[in-house]
């Protein structure tokens, strides 16, 4: 294997792979990535087993081949380069570890030796190990049965909008995940972690009814992907039974669906209330966090809302200190004292676009509501901490 390339290319290209390079694992040839030379093109290719990332870059003076590098080790030596071309080429004579000795009795397997990479780019060189490619794993290509064209504005925007409600325990199962629901001309994303849930709809042109679960992380780095792309307005995305692929610009992400029914969240949400409190979003959003520098001191990340008349007295305390503050609402229904653990009150808060907002509550032990003014657009449910 041999090429050359500008080094910011090559740059660009490692911070769009690594992203699906894992440090948690067994299988050490998932700490690397997979260079492959064909023709005038270099692909590159991270995969944790949940997602595969490949990009490609064009490249000069090449010889076809492939092998596998350490991704950070690798990413790190490109990004210290002196120079703005980088050579890189592979010594595929056999490599032996300085604590293996080759058997003379025994036909050699080169497969099983590191190779060379050589990189080099003005008067600086380096020479590190590198893994044969017939080690690395491969995620197979996604058979169409379905395809969704979504704008790449939204689909960032809600992925934003809900997976931070996503539980964060593997052990939790399918709440680690993020429902995403199509229906007719309307798509629903859902995620939920027992304490909170976070709802989104958007209008999108679909004549289809699907349901696929994607892991709350693996979404965020595909909006980070997306986030970074360049005149992307529109994606695809082809799905079968297990996988689902998308195409952003040079770059295609494979990503594992997670199997199994989603909770049953409508079920979960109230369909009424004896409070209704009509608030300024950054009102309550501000004085939420304020409140929560002292509130995350304490055991339990506590504020108390006090909804009187029309205002809600918002208070914390902790060894630390403590706080009070008023801000005006307009309240139907009657009064209500009730906690919340102030990172759930203030994540749901922080998602909103909305200048004013609707909170709904039955009662101190029931979850709190959160919709729009108008329309359907989100929904965020908050379970409350007994005072």
């Known amino acids: 294997m041999k090429f050359t390339c500008f080094k910011k290319d090559i740059s660009k290209a490692l911070n769009i792979v ?41 490249v000069t003076g090449y010889e076809n081949g492939e092998l596998v590098v350490k991704a950070k080790l690798f990413n790190e030596i490109i990004k210290k380069l002196p120079g703005e071309e980088v050579n890189i080429s592979s010594d595929e004579s056999i ?20 190779n060379k990479v050589i990189i080099k780019s003005d008067k600086s060189e380096f020479k590190i190990h590198g893994q ?33 409600a996503a539980s964060l325990e593997e052990s939790r199962g399918i709440i680690v995940g993020v429902l995403i629901s199509l229906k007719q001309n309307f798509l629903t994303m859902v995620a939920l972690d027992g304490f909170r849930v976070a709802l989104n709809n958007r209008a999108v ?24 792309a360049e005149n992307v307005s529109e994606i695809s995305i082809v799905l079968d039974d297990r996988k689902a692929k998308i195409n952003i610009d040079n770059t295609k992400v494979i990503i594992r669906l997670l199997e199994g029914e989603f909770i049953s969240y409508e079920s979960i949400i109230p369909k009424n209330s004896k409070v209704k409190v009509t608030a ?17 001191e304490g055991k339990n990340n506590l504020v108390k809302l006090e909804i009187k008349d029309n205002s809600i007295v918002i208070s914390s305390k902790s060894e630390a200190g403590n706080l009070i503050e008023e801000i005006f ?23 909103i676009d909305d200048e004013s907002i609707i909170l709904n509550f039955d009662s101190s032990v029931s979850p709190c509501s959160i919709t729009p003014l108008v329309g359907s657009s989100f929904t965020h449910l908050v379970l409350p901490v007994r005072i």
């Open 18 to 58: 690594s992203k699906a390079v894992t440090t948690r694992t067994t299988m050490p040839i998932l700490k690397g990535i997979l260079l492959k030379v064909e023709d005038n093109t270099l692909t590159l290719t991270a995969y944790d087993l949940d997602i595969l990332i490949e990009t490609k870059i064009s």
């Open 205 to 228: 042109p679909n004549e289809k009814e699907k349901n696929i679960i994607v892991t709350a992380k693996i979404l965020s780095e595909v909006a980070s992907l997306l986030s970074e």
């Open 95 to 114: 490599f032996v570890p300085p604590d293996q000795v080759i058997p003379e009795s025994e036909e050699v397997n080169i497969s099983n030796y590191e």
């Open 280 to 296: 300024g979003k950054d009102d309550l959003y501000n004085a939420i966090e304020r409140a929560s520098l002292l509130s995350r």
């Open 132 to 164: 044969s490619a017939d080690e690395f794993p491969s995620a197979g290509d996604v058979s169409e049965k379905e395809s969704i064209i979504l704008k790449s504005d939204d689909f960032i925007d809600m992925i934003n909008k809900t997976s931070f």
């Open 329 to 351: 609402v307009d309240k139907e229904g009657e009064d209500l004292e009730i906690g919340f653990n102030a990172k759930y009150l203030s994540d749901a808060l922080k998602a």
